[in-house]
């Protein structure tokens, strides 16, 4: 049973414009979600983070957005930079346990 | 300040074989972890560890085992090497807290044949 899913393997963008990547997750009792980036052969880095009082949180090119109600968070990257390709990991966690990651979805941006 | 460090790098085992990966963070972070990530799966949580001198499952156990006998170091042992347990191994740790923001060691990549 996967209490985090991110349902697109892959999205591919141009440089310039706006990257969404999306998450979905089941269990209510989430209080904490968290984006990770991850380049390969390197491990997983923190990029940006949101508690389950707010609905919006921004960092620089990067927001998040949190709609409890649908249990669905996303990641908004603006404008895209062909840095920003990597493997984007949706995590959450349940009063500081254990992380569930999603299967992570792959970001190619082109110039 | 090297973060999070894993020994080794790459490793390829025979079926049987026994090995041990060594993690290590100089943060004075109290939880650490080991993660497994196959294609498909994303990052499956092995053992945990609250504390030094403790340790607890996480959701694919098996097969695995885990000791933390120092705060800054966190050791997996494969008992006996099964091909089902080729993958990429990240240790991660974190500070006590609710925001579980953890950092995350470069990762060993195991071939067992």
């Known amino acids: 049973d996967q209490q985090v899913k991110q349902n697109s393997p892959s999205l591919s963008v141009q440089e310039g414009r706006i990257s969404i990547l999306n998450c979905d997750y089941t269990?209510?009792?989430?209080?904490?979600f968290l984006w990770y980036k991850k380049y390969p052969a390197e491990g997983p880095t923190f990029l940006i983070s949101i508690s389950s009082i707010k609905d919006k949180n921004e960092d620089g090119r990067f927001t998040v957005f949190l709609n409890k109600s649908a249990k669905h968070l996303s990641l908004h990257i603006v404008p895209s930079q062909p840095g920003d390709s990597a493997v984007y990991f949706c995590a959450a966690s349940e009063y500081g346990n254990k992380l569930v990651f999603g299967a992570g979805t792959i970001l190619r941006v082109k110039s | 300040n090297a973060g999070v460090t894993q020994t080794p790098k790459f490793r390829v085992l025979k079926t049987g074989q026994s090995m041990t990966l060594l993690c290590a963070q100089d943060?004075?972070?109290?939880?650490m972890y080991w993660y497994r990530q196959d294609p498909g799966m994303g990052l499956r949580l092995i053992h945990y560890s609250v504390g030094e001198g403790t340790t607890a499952k996480g959701e694919v156990p098996d097969g695995y085992n885990v000791s933390r006998l120092k705060k800054q170091n966190f050791l997996l042992g494969l008992e006996s090497a099964a091909p089902s347990q080729t993958s990429v191994y990240f240790c991660a740790s974190r500070y006590s807290g609710r925001t579980n923001e953890q950092y995350f060691g470069p990762g060993t990549r195991l071939t067992v044949t």
């Open positions: 269990n209510s009792m989430f209080d904490y």
């Open positions: 943060m004075n972070h109290e939880y």
